[in-house]
């Protein structure tokens, strides 16, 4: 259906442009309505028709006019179908007919940017441009242009072509944001090719010239890359921080700065910059306080009169919060068995409350002997204690931690009586080789 509506509209041109005569400019506005409308296909199919229908006249002014519909042709396909190649067709067809002024020049500038812009084909665009310096430089400003074919090269990779370019830029507009943009890419194209200290001597004339911020941030930034591959870190890092403010890309210029700046820790490059990265101002680096000590302090050991193999039973009364005497509590004590020398052990405080004690074992070579050679049968207080008895020890006193009448009050504890001790199933030890008195 649509190709049925382009074919009516084929055949309906030529008899508008009839009826409308030498109207030269209303065909042309009627072409024009048909772009505004969004009817691009539509508006080419009309101006290539009335480019062939203006062809059969021989009247200079038509001439100039199919030079015209053959552009707007071209830009339509160009900029609305997609068809780049298909529109320097159309446009080179409009430069043929010998066109000149304005016209010829809008012509030529479009194919150079239909070959740099749309089909990116470099070496095409920069001998369009060349060609388009070369035919108006008398008409119109060909400065713009003439940093495009420096940018050709480049992109190009022919550095020594790019530069002689730009310096032609530099000279022929001192003093201006072109010159300021040539000499960045002059920079940059030693900055490519690894020769930097003459990049950052570039950059340095370019500062010179005090271009606008947004040129004096890329150069700087691109300076401060130049002096780090130079291994002048200190310099980089400066030239990275006056780029920070103005330049497009502050990320970028951040990563670079902290690359550096880590760069120079390593190195131990010294500098309040390094300290900064460190610390802010003169502060001191935190220093964690000493891991609290967990040893146990060793029990306090009370002087002693007796003998030095053991400890005397602490006896008597407790006191309460005022330091008053409680009567009839007295101090536990428990002792330990002897050892097998003989030698004898006093008996020391036990748990508080419970009135569990082990009289002194071995206090004279009869009992020593009777002793060794028996064994004391486990839990016999803990019996005596179960059934209401006082607790007593082997030799039948009771235990000093116990409650035992008037002499517990004084402090004292009564005297010892002997009590046999119980044989049990196990094997006896082997008795101490001291012998008693009887033997």
């Given amino acids: 259906m649509r190709r049925v509506e382009q074919l009516l509209l084929a055949l309906l041109v030529p008899a508008l442009m009839t009826c409308q005569g030498d109207d030269y400019q209303g065909q042309m506005t009627r072409g024009m309505e048909m772009i505004y409308e969004g009817a691009y296909q539509d508006a080419e199919i009309y101006f290539l028709a009335l480019a062939r229908r203006l062809s059969r006249r021989d009247d200079p002014q038509a001439l100039s006019w199919r030079a015209r519909a053959l552009y707007q042709a071209g830009k339509v396909e160009h900029l609305y179908l997609g068809e780049p190649r298909r529109a320097v067709a159309r446009l080179r067809e409009a430069l043929k007919l010998g066109i000149e002024g304005n016209l010829a020049f809008q012509v030529q500038l479009e194919i150079a940017n239909i070959f740099y812009d749309r089909l990116r084909d470099y070496r095409n665009a920069s001998l369009e441009f060349e060609r388009l310096i070369n035919q108006f430089s008398d008409q119109q400003d060909t400065g713009p242009y003439r940093y495009r074919i420096a940018q050709c090269y480049f992109t190009l990779r022919q550095f020594d072509q790019a530069r002689a370019e730009a310096r032609l830029l530099v000279e022929s507009h001192k003093d201006t944001r072109l010159a300021a943009e040539g000499m960045l890419l002059l920079a940059n194209s030693y900055y490519v090719e690894g020769r930097y200290r003459e990049a950052a001597e570039a950059h340095a004339k370019l500062q010179l010239m005090h271009p606008s911020d947004d040129i004096a941030s890329r150069s700087l930034y691109e300076q401060g890359l130049c002096y780090q591959q130079l291994g002048a870190l200190p310099r980089a890092e400066r030239a990275f921080l ?78 309460g919060k005022a330091g008053a005497p409680r009567p009839g509590k007295t101090a536990d004590t428990q002792t330990r068995p002897a050892a097998a020398t003989g030698a004898r052990q006093e008996s020391r405080p036990g748990p508080a409350g419970k009135g569990k004690a082990e009289p002194a074992t071995g206090s004279t070579p009869e009992e020593h002997g009777q002793q060794r050679g028996n064994r004391r049968q486990p839990g016999l207080e803990e019996t005596g204690r179960k059934r209401g008895k006082p607790a007593t020890g082997d030799s039948g006193a009771p235990a000093s931690g116990a409650s035992a009448g008037p002499a517990a009050t004084t402090g004292q504890a009564p005297p010892e009586k002997k009590q046999p001790v119980k044989k049990t199933d196990t094997a006896p030890e082997k008795p101490s080789p001291v012998p008693g008195p009887g033997k």
């Avoid at 120079?264 to 502060?283: I, L, S």
């Avoid at 000493?290 to 400890?311: D, E, I, L, Q, T």
Wanted: hydrophobic content about 30%.
């Fill in 242 to 319: 006056a780029a920070l403010p103005h330049h497009p890309r502050p990320d970028i210029v951040q990563i670079s700065l902290s690359q550096v700046r880590e760069q120079m820790r390593k190195e131990g490059f010294p500098g309040q910059e390094v300290e900064a990265t460190a610390r802010p101002g003169n502060a001191r680096p935190a220093t964690s306080p000493p891991a609290p000590s967990f040893r146990r302090a060793a029990p306090a050991v009370k002087p002693s009169g007796g003998k030095a193999s053991g400890k005397e039973p602490v006896t008597g009364t407790t006191t």
